[in-house]
């Protein structure tokens, strides 16, 4: 992937008033309706606490949870597939689609589908993939990327979206009620829900001793995308399990007050399998597609795997001062505020998220509201240290062939780092990473001999 | 190899530590007491934008319900077959004398689809609700379909206060295994909503635009 340029975007977000207008209320307004949600428990840090502790453990057995989960779900007449990476992943959901005699389909926000780029992709492919919720059709049809993952497009202006709508035949003359536009999209909605064939939705949590999927959610159209379709084909990350119902209940009853500051989300759907012979909604295939692309590699150092808690609620966006000056466009990827910071340099790569990794004072704010325990300031700091040692072994690289460049062999080498070694220690200094020694081991054996042959 | 051993082995090779899970207490809850356990509930569901009938459940229903659905101007109600059951026939007859007409839920896919997608309003059934969070669970199925409580304008649920649960734990524990779970299971908060203009709330993005519980309990009557 290109670098991810956040400077330069934030520059425009800065300038970009009516973004700069949204940015001034809707993180303390989040915050203030977080801490009132949260005020209903009895003990709010010790509820997040425990949200944390059952992350952390399902973390550990992942592998045994996803093998549970895979034999439950199957048992319940789920499909299960499996991708490692975003290709495979979205060819899986190619090959379901190609069985099926439409080529529309209907999807809900799923931040995985961002990810792997899902929607462009059956696009090239022939299919018109039409987002459902309100926000991320907004985004879809002007081309937008999200601007904060609870409202993806609540920084478009009214005028805009109204002209939208005008364009698309949903209203007759301009409007300026933002509920008006809403009901004007609703009525549209409602014949493509009547009709839909396929339905794709992501995945909020995964149980493992029921092979059950969750979907939380507050406008209704994943559980019509659940309901009518024939085909259901979920995406989830592979790291999306916990080992019981009562562990998913609890964590979710922490994502509503720390997402949209809600006590609930207006539903949450538990699907255990496909539709049970004799009824007459709910699809009759339900595939789940469980999905690596990077996550693997990310569990298996473990400084980095606490990143894989994550739940999306989006309450680190919120409490970011970084976050608060740009708003989401200058992430470049699925993900912004903290959490972008965390998972787009390891899925994206270290080197394409420069600029991304510096966009962090360190404050701790994010880590102090985070339902899912995850540290970001010490995960940041550590990619940040594997991006610096990334650097230097390329300097390092460049060292031996700049410095070497016309001579050859031993002298080569030997010349290079005399005169390269000094501003490499340096930099190395810098960044609390390992020197080089002072000399090599054939110049210390040399000066050793060397002594040694002295009188 | 293929994708899922692959992933998995990947996974399996990766060192782990054996964390000794703390035995961390609930703090989520704070009980009630099994008698405010409706009234939590009803307080709860009204804030999350819920209008609650509480009604005897030897007592006058029909017409609570049906007054409740003539003010909201409703003609058409489809019920789902557990709903019936649970209004039972005295609401049967008081309906026909109404001008409201309803009719039972289709048992063939498109039928039913049309139905859900033209009625007003839809009567289906919670099984349980939730005290702490105003929220009722509904086990859907042959009998209590999900489009009923989704594509109507007007969603109502009929729940029984014998079956209200003080919190999610307690939905947990009435959920899981040995018993097999359904092929859904939908949590209802309150209307269908959207803020994704501008951060302007409405009711009624995609499903309902009004949500009605219907509370049967024993004991007096009083509507809320
Ligand atoms: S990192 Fe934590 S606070 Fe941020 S979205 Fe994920 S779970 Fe929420």
Known sequence: MRSIPFRRVAKDALEDQDAQRLLKILPFAFRALREAALSELPDPKGALKKAAEIRADALEVLPELLETFEKNAKANGTNIHWARDAKEARLIVLGLLGAQNSKTVLKSKSMLTEEIGLREFLGEEGFETLETDLGEFICQVLGLPPFHIVGPAINVPVERVSALFLDMGFIQGPVTDPVALGVAAREFFRRKFSEAKVGITGVNFAVAETGSILGVENEGNIRFLKSVPKVQVSLMGIEKLVPTIEDAFYVLRLLPPSCTGQRMSAYVTIDSGPRRFGEFDGPEELHVVIVDNGRSKIYEDPKTRPALACIRCGACLNVCPVYAQVGGYPYGFAYSGPMGLVWTPMLVGLKAANELLQACSLCGACKEVCPAGIDHPMLILELRKKLARKRLLSLEGIAYGVAGFGLSGGMRENLGLKILRPFYNALGRRFGLPLLAPRRFREAFGAAQNKEKMP | ?224
């Open chain 2, 1 to 224: 190899m293929n994708a899922r051993d692959a992933i998995l082995g990947r996974l399996k090779k990766a060192p782990r530590e054996s964390r000794q899970p703390e035995r961390l207490g609930d703090f989520q809850a704070r009980a009630p007491g099994k008698d405010g356990l409706t009234e939590r509930f009803i307080e709860r569901l009204k804030q999350n934008s819920a209008m609650v009938i509480l009604e005897k459940e030897s007592g006058d229903v029909g017409s609570a319900l049906l007054k409740a659905l003539q003010s909201e101007g409703i003609e058409r109600v489809v019920f789902t077959r557990a709903a019936d059951a649970l209004l039972g026939p005295a609401f049967q007859e008081a309906m026909q004398t109404s001008g409201v007409v309803g009719t039972l839920a289709p048992e063939d896919e498109e039928g039913l689809k049309r139905a859900a997608f033209q009625a007003y309003a839809g009567v289906s059934v919670a099984k349980w609700g939730v005290s702490e969070l105003g929220a009722l669970a509904l086990v859907h199925g042959k009998e209590n379909p999900r489009l009923l409580s989704l594509a109507p304008p007007l969603s109502v649920i009929v729940l029984k206060a014998g079956s209200i649960l003080e919190d999610l734990r307690a939905l947990a524990i009435a959920l899981a295994p040995p018993l097999a779970m359904p092929s859904q299971v939908t949590l209802v908060s309150g209307p269908s909503q959207s803020a994704d203009i501008q951060g302007v709330p409405f009711f009624g993005m995609h499903g309902p635009k009004k949500l009605l519980a219907v509370v049967l309990q024993d004991g007096p009557s009083k509507e809320g």
